[in-house]
């Protein structure tokens, strides 16, 4: 074990170094799992217990002076500026390569900014699960069994046999409610999951996925995203909520928004109305449903009619989609063409 002779090698081979990669290589040369450093202690195994001391003790001074060494160059080497290869050569000439960016959906895009607008107004976001039970999408909201939404050519029905999800048994589960399960037809289910759950007053939206058993054209599709609203309070009434739809059009076109209610039905509200809007005088144009809750609704909940009151809508995203982007034809959402995603 000639520790001088290894001294005078590492130094020859440290004097050639001149970046870290050659410095890495000698360091593991030497003192790494496999280096030099470790032949030697394990050798010691066959010295005689006096020669076995001094010779550790020689090895581990040997270990400390070319550690110091090595963090030295090392520290040296992050302060020196890099050399530069007298080959390399830059063509500044050439064209640069374009960054791609991605896009946001424009879904995505109209869908964080209905929650940003109503947020501001004290409105907070609940969600549901998509494959819903008969109860909560149609008995709960005063819907009757004899109603064309129940026929299979407007809903997704689940074949029996199917598994139901945790959510669905674990959420005031009642077998002596309908639990046939089918693909939700609206995001109204959530609000009455929610009155379950909470205690009024309350102001919720819903936005979410919602499907239909429909043939798709320009202005129809299966699968569609909706947003519900709901705001339930002692002294709730119709000019709350047109003060809330109001602001929120407002907002959402940046302009001055007429807002025009029209009688209609709708089996959760009593009275119904559909809702229309008119920008700079333009021509009205219909963009959702609303109404006063109806009490068979609360009652379904277990709030008191008598006590409370609130005011629902509804809106089809996707149709706000249209309007604001100017969008023909709503399957060019859904159809992965990346020159129509590319405009947003």
């Known amino acids: 074990m000639d520790i001088q002779k290894l001294k005078r090698e590492f130094l020859e081979k440290f004097k050639k170094v ?14 790494g799992k496999k280096g030099v450093i470790r032949d030697l202690l394990q050798n010691l195994k066959e010295l005689s217990d006096e020669k076995r001391k001094s010779a550790g003790k020689a090895i581990n001074d040997f270990k400390i002076e070319l550690t110091g060494l090595i963090e030295e160059s090392r520290k040296n080497l992050s302060l020196s500026k890099p050399q530069k290869d007298p080959k390399e ?15 946001i959906h424009p879904l995505s895009k109209i869908i964080s900014e209905i929650i940003e607008i109503f947020g501001g107004i004290g409105f907070s976001v609940a969600t ?79 936005p979410g996925n919602t ?23 002692e002294d709730i009434s119709i000019a709350n909520f047109k003060a809330v739809i109001k ?13 025009r209610l029209r009688p209609s039905y709708f089996p959760f509200v009593e009275p ?55 969008i023909s034809d709503i399957r060019l959402f859904r159809s992965g063409d990346l020159r129509f995603l590319k405009q947003f």
Request: charged share 25%.
């Open 89 to 103: 050569w830059i063509d500044v000439s050439a064209p640069g390569s374009k960054f791609r960016k991605g896009h």
């Open 272 to 326: 119904g109305f559909e809702i229309d809007i008119r920008k700079e005088k333009s021509d009205w144009l219909e963009v959702a449903g609303a109404g006063i809750i109806h009490p068979n609704v609360f009652k379904a909940v277990g709030y008191n009619p008598k006590d409370w009151q609130g005011f629902a809508f509804g809106f089809g995203i996707d149709r706000l989609a249209m309007l604001k982007y100017k």
């Open 247 to 259: 602001t929120f059009f407002e907002k959402f076109f940046k302009k001055d928004v007429e807002i």
């Open 128 to 206: 549901g699960p998509e494959i819903e039970t008969e109860w909560y999408n149609f008995d709960a909201l005063n819907i009757p069994g004899d109603h064309p939404a129940r026929e299979m050519w407007d809903t997704f029905w689940l074949l029996r046999g199917q598994k139901v999800s945790h959510q669905l048994l674990t959420t005031h589960y009642q077998p002596s409610k309908s639990q046939r399960l089918l693909l939700r037809t609206h995001t109204s289910p959530v609000w009455i999951r929610y009155m379950q759950s909470n205690n009024p007053p309350l102001r919720i939206i819903a």
């Open 211 to 233: 499907f239909r058993y429909e043939a798709t054209d320009a202005s129809h599709d299966f699968q569609f995203y909706q947003f519900d609203g709901l705001m339930v309070g």
């Open 18 to 31: 001149v970046d870290f990669g050659g410095l890495k290589k000698l360091e593991a040369e030497f003192i």
